[in-house]
Structures are given as C-alpha cells and as structure tokens.
C-alpha cells in the first residue's frame, strides 16, 4: 500500500510543470534555420543479378536564402527521387568489396540538387553514409 502511495506520488511531481525542464536555449540539439533536412535514400548494390547490399544515404540541404529554402522544402521528393536515381547510377558501377567513394559520389549529388532545384545555392550535406 505505501508502495502505491510513493510511486502515485512521484509520478504526479514527474508531470508537474513546475519540474519541466526548460526548453534549450541554443547549442547542439537545435538546428540551423537554414538547414533543411531530407529523408533518407537508397540504392541497391546489384551483383550478379541479386542484390547483394543497400547503400543509404542521409543528407539535408544548407540554403542561407529564404526563398530558395521554400523552394527547397517544395522540391523534397522530387529531391529525393532524383537522388535516389543518381545513387543507383553509382551503385551500378561500384567495386565488389569495396567502399563508397565519396570524394567521387558527393560533386554527383550535389550536381543532382543543383539541377533539380534550377539554380546554384543549394549546399547539400551528407550526414551519414551505410553500406549494409
């Protein structure tokens, strides 16, 4: 019965506002105005007519402009798409064995974003790059 009593207890100070934690003012967690992020996207490394991998890459795009940025957060999927389609393209042509080159595949997706928006600005960011 006490048992009851303490928990009931604890969680009604766990929910009470005056025990919130205040909302961060700045540093890692919150991002940059500028910065839109994309969803994830994927390729699938083919050999031998099977697949023998999925390559995933997560990015988002640094726009500094307002107006582009919206054009940007309108063009999502077809960014994604086209970036899914320039991923499989270099998938195509990958080594067995071998890691994703990106000094190699990064210009090629950035070259992608600059055509599928229409105009340079556009500065794509790769977070993280898995060949699973």
């Known amino acids: 019965m006490l048992r009851r009593v303490l928990l009931a207890s604890l969680a009604a100070l766990a929910a009470s506002p005056a025990t919130a934690a205040a909302p961060p003012t700045g540093g890692g967690g919150n991002q940059k105005a500028s910065f839109v992020r994309l969803p994830v996207f994927n390729a699938n490394v083919v050999r031998s007519n099977r697949t023998r991998g999925v390559l995933s890459v997560e990015s988002g795009v640094d726009v500094p402009d307002a107006k582009l940025r919206a054009r940007v957060q309108m063009l999502i999927p ?52 898995l060949i699973n």
Do not use: E, F, M
Request: glycine share 6%; proline share 8%.
């Open 78 to 129: 077809r960014l994604r798409a086209d970036l899914s389609r320039r991923l499989a393209l270099y998938t195509d042509n990958l080594a067995p064995g071998l890691s994703p080159n990106l000094d190699l595949l990064v210009p090629q997706l950035q070259k992608q974003v600059d055509q599928t928006v229409g105009q340079p600005g556009a500065r794509l960011l790769v977070l993280n790059v």
